[in-house]
């Protein structure tokens, strides 16, 4: 047996208004996904546990299997590991984003115009977060890269428990009240800017149309995360692939392989097909379950990209959930496939919340008559199938 898991990051939406009342799930023409659901279980789960934030770290932990309130230690301590930071015990690891914001001379009146910086490539980017690390680095800080806007600081010695703000939340808003309270943080943002503005590659996007990356933000701090094998917590050998490094470092922790793919870039534009062949595979290459994680949905809802949204939806059913189970069918493999997201991520709102999610689960060797043709919110919640611990799907997946 083989399993799968089709991780659609921010896929479920609210309905909206110019989709007739409808959500991209419902609009989106996903014919292969649909055929499952016909033939599976649908139901509802929650992945984001109450009094944590709706983070796409907490709740892909739990859509991994495990319990985000034993073993979650912070978001950026995630990325670092897929970087290849080595941290200590007294290491406090930070998100750094590359972010635009307006142009009003005190920094506490600017409004986050793209907490992306208009998707910078990772090329541009490294070369700000050389500067910013020449600037600012100490005995106590230093700066790494990491891929497009998402970079890592590392604070040895640092404070946690300090309630940042992320950017994506505040998009469209004025930064005021969103400004860290600790001073050093805060100095360092501030800094950054004067210091990135007029950057070259700065002057070279603003030429070309493009939104400057003219600070930093920094946010999602935690200390070394411990995460359990999931060799050894669930019996069988897992494969990770994702673009972002948060997802790569959750699979590093848990002793999984993580896969590259040529052309995964976390976005709209990624290489859909390579994943899903990347998938196949690894598969029939011995691995027993493959993580597949695709941000694309997650990010055309925090540009409020409704079209962007439902072609993403479209791209996963087409060139991924497709491709591969028609593969692994053609090689005679039976297979149980898990298809979520991890949080919604509502156009209306820009930004993750902590709403129940609809979750698809089929087996090939023990198909279902679901009474249902469609795999949306709508019809899962339908089904009255409520699972309080999103941790526990997993368990659910790999029964035979």
């Known amino acids: 047996m083989k399993y799968i898991v089709m991780l659609g990051d921010g896929m479920a939406d609210y309905p909206i208004e110019s989709l007739g009342g409808k959500t991209p799930l419902q609009v989106a023409k996903k014919p292969n996904i649909d055929r499952l659901a016909r033939q599976g ?3 509802m789960v929650k992945t984001v546990p109450d009094g944590m934030k709706p983070g796409s770290d907490v709740a892909n932990l739990a859509a991994m299997g495990y319990d985000p309130q034993k073993c979650y230690t912070g978001r950026s301590p995630l990325e670092a590991v ?59 800080l230093s700066f790494y890269s990491g891929i497009s806007y998402r970079h890592c600081m590392i604070w040895r010695g640092g404070p946690v428990g300090l309630n940042l703000t992320p950017p994506h939340d505040i998009s469209d808003k004025r930064v005021t009240e969103h ?24 002057q070279a996007r603003k030429a070309r149309g493009l939104n400057p990356a003219n600070s930093i933000w920094l946010w999602g701090e935690g200390t070394k995360p411990s995460i359990s094998s999931f060799t050894d917590t669930y ?25 590259e793919v040529e052309g995964a870039t976390g976005n709209i534009d990624t290489n859909f097909k390579g994943k899903g062949e990347a998938a196949l595979k690894t598969l029939l290459d011995g691995q027993d379950l493959v993580y597949i994680h695709v941000e694309a949905p997650d990010e055309c809802g925090h540009h409020g990209d409704i079209e962007g949204k439902i072609h993403a939806i479209e791209y ?22 898990l298809v979520m997201p991890d949080h919604p991520t509502p156009i209306a709102v820009k930004t993750h919340v902590s709403d129940p999610i609809p979750y698809l689960l089929y087996r090939s060797n023990k198909p279902l008559d679901s009474g249902i043709t469609t795999y949306t919110e709508e019809t899962a919640a339908g089904t009255r199938n409520y699972e309080e611990h999103g941790y526990k799907l997993m368990k659910l997946l790999l029964e035979q």
């Open 41 to 43: 279980q649908l139901g």
């Open 82 to 140: 897929s970087i290849g930071i080595h941290m200590s015990d007294v290491d406090v690891a930070f998100r750094c984003n590359l972010v635009t914001l307006s142009d009003e001379e005190d920094y506490a009146q600017k409004t986050m115009l793209d907490y992306s910086s208009g998707e910078i490539t990772t090329a541009e980017a490294a070369e700000l977060i050389k500067t910013v690390e020449e600037a600012f680095h100490s005995d106590e």
């Open 179 to 202: 400004l860290p309270g600790n001073p050093v943080i805060l100095d360092l943002m501030r800094r950054s800017y004067d210091l990135l503005k007029g950057h070259p590659v700065n």
């Open 235 to 259: 019996g069988v050998k897992g494969s990770v692939i994702s673009a972002v490094d948060l997802i790569k470092g959750i699979g590093i922790c848990a002793g999984m392989k993580v896969i």
């Open 316 to 337: 996963i059913d087409e060139q991924i959930v497709g491709p591969l189970l028609s593969g692994l069918e053609a090689a005679g493999e039976e297979y149980s496939i």
